[in-house]
């Protein structure tokens, strides 16, 4: 038998766990994104309710460029967990 | 078993349902399916270290999910995740301490039953052991799962004159190693 041969009659490993163990990481990782978005979210919510109601009225530079900050951040949270 | 000649047609349909649903379950069957082919290279690689061969496999499986939408069906799944597992590899050793040097074959002796010793997993080991990683991981990829010589270049991110002649001098050095001739 030459090595070829050898390398193609060696039996395949048996899984033993390392499928779960490879599925408990991706869902570990599902849940970081998940909680990326929330705290994104939640950032969000937050200044929506710290500003004070006429800055919404006046729809200011400054809540433009905050929004466009805020998205910003969101879409680099889903960019770096899925990507 | 993975073989060149029979790819599993339920594994394009796992990847479809990965990108399009994020589908858990069938990225599980994916990994269920490769598991084996990949821990064995890296077990290769890593001169039967399991542990680390284990931790680096998991990390490849884990790229591959963050990254499936890049697949794009170029080619087969397993060379992909092959080249993401030798990545990961290279980055490590790089990180750790180097690509080691190897020695020459001169510690291996011929004995008179050729077959005999090719059959014999340990001596077959401390063989594979002595080549480099890259010659290593190209001698799996070729004579393990047929991969071809543009497949083994991409795989191991090399121009394709330097995979084929990396490929030739380690089938030398196992031949020299094992007395056949």
Partial sequence: MEFDDFLKNEDPLPDQGFTRAVMLRVERHRRQRRVAIAIAMIVAAAIALIAPPSSFHAASTELVVAALVLMTVCSLAWIETTA | ?181
């Fill in chain 2, 1 to 181: 078993m993975v073989d060149r000649a029979e790819p599993d047609p339920r594994e394009a349909v796992w990847i479809a349902r990965v990108i399009a649903h994020d589908d858990h379950e069938a990225f599980g069957e994916l990994v269920a399916l490769h598991q084996s082919a990949v821990r064995r290279f890296l077990l290769r690689l890593t001169s039967n270290d399991s542990s680390r061969a284990d931790d680096l496999a998991q990390d490849t499986f884990l790229k591959a999910y963050r990254h499936i939408r890049s697949f794009q069906a170029r080619g087969r799944f397993l060379s992909w995740v092959f080249r993401i597992a030798w990545q990961l590899f290279v980055t490590e050793e790089r990180g750790s301490r180097g690509i080691a040097e190897v020695p020459l074959f001169d510690g291996i002796q011929a004995s008179d039953d050729a077959s005999q010793r090719v059959a014999d997993a340990r001596t077959f080991d401390q063989m594979m052991n002595m080549l480099r990683p890259d010659e290593r991981a190209a001698i799996i990829l070729h004579y393990r799962h047929e991969l071809t010589h543009p497949e083994i270049a991409e795989i191991l991110e090399l121009p394709l004159g330097t995979a084929k002649s990396l490929l030739r001098r380690a089938h030398t050095r196992l031949r020299e190693a094992h007395g056949i001739r």
